[in-house]
């Protein structure tokens, strides 16, 4: 079945580290996004990527990058410079004129 | 600029009716539709186009007045299975497009 996979589903992080979540598509979708989700609030927009080789800032894309190397894969990266990570962190992808299909998420905690 | 949902939060009874309202400062191209269930990632109900075109289920229905940058989704004859956050999501560009989200709406379906 097609689908989005994210993993690991949780991941714990020790200060200063950096800290990489996977997320792989077979949908053969071409736009890949990364939202991240505190609790009792909406998503927010971190990065997202039209097509390989190339990704956008979001909303608040300060202390996170990513690479779009592959259609299928769109890694994300949460570094040091990240001061409160915190939070379940959901891929998507979708096709123009549909919504998006997400993944299941990773919940991150800094330890 | 983040959509405006309400009401917040709501509780109904099985089979009861319910509307939930999503409205933006911007010109939309868009506005999605997700249920996301607790601990869980948001699935795509629905999506309307600039122009009036709808695409979602059947017993889910939505409305788009661009006029007013305004959604509402209609939830009749409500089932248990109904109970989630609702997010309204809105686009301003078309194409590969970039969602913003509103903060959702609690919606508990009790029998």
């Known amino acids: 079945d097609g689908g989005i996979t994210q993993s690991p589903k949780y991941l714990f992080r020790k200060e200063g580290q950096n800290v990489t979540l996977s997320c792989e598509q077979n949908?053969?979708?071409?736009?890949m996004y990364w939202y991240r989700q505190d609790p009792g609030q909406g998503l927010r927009l971190i990065y997202y990527?039209?097509?390989?080789?190339?990704?956008q800032k979001g909303d608040i894309a300060e202390g996170y990058s990513v690479s779009r190397e592959k259609k299928e894969s769109f890694p994300l990266t949460v570094t040091s410079a990240q001061k409160n990570p915190t939070a379940f962190y959901l891929c998507?992808?979708?096709?123009?004129?549909?919504?998006?299909?997400f993944g299941s998420g990773t919940r991150l905690t800094v330890v | 600029q983040q959509p405006v949902q309400s009401p917040q939060a709501v509780i109904l009874r099985e089979g009861e009716d319910a509307v939930i309202n999503c409205s933006s400062s911007k010109a939309l191209y868009s506005v999605h539709w997700y249920r996301q269930k607790h601990g869980e990632a948001p699935v795509f109900l629905m999506i309307?186009?600039?122009?009036?075109e709808q695409k979602g289920h059947e017993k889910i229905s939505a409305s788009f007045n661009e006029k007013k940058q305004q959604s509402s989704l209609y939830l009749t004859a409500s089932q248990l299975s109904y109970s989630g956050t609702y997010f309204c999501?809105?686009?301003?560009?078309?194409?590969?497009?970039?969602?913003?989200f509103g903060t959702g709406t609690k919606l508990q379906v009790i029998p």
């Open positions: 998507a992808s979708s096709v123009v004129g549909y919504g998006y299909t």
């Open positions: 949908l053969n979708h071409d736009a």
């Open positions: 309307l186009l600039k122009g009036g």
């Open positions: 990527s039209q097509i390989v080789n190339d990704f």
């Open positions: 999501g809105t686009d301003v560009m078309g194409g590969y497009q970039k969602v913003t």
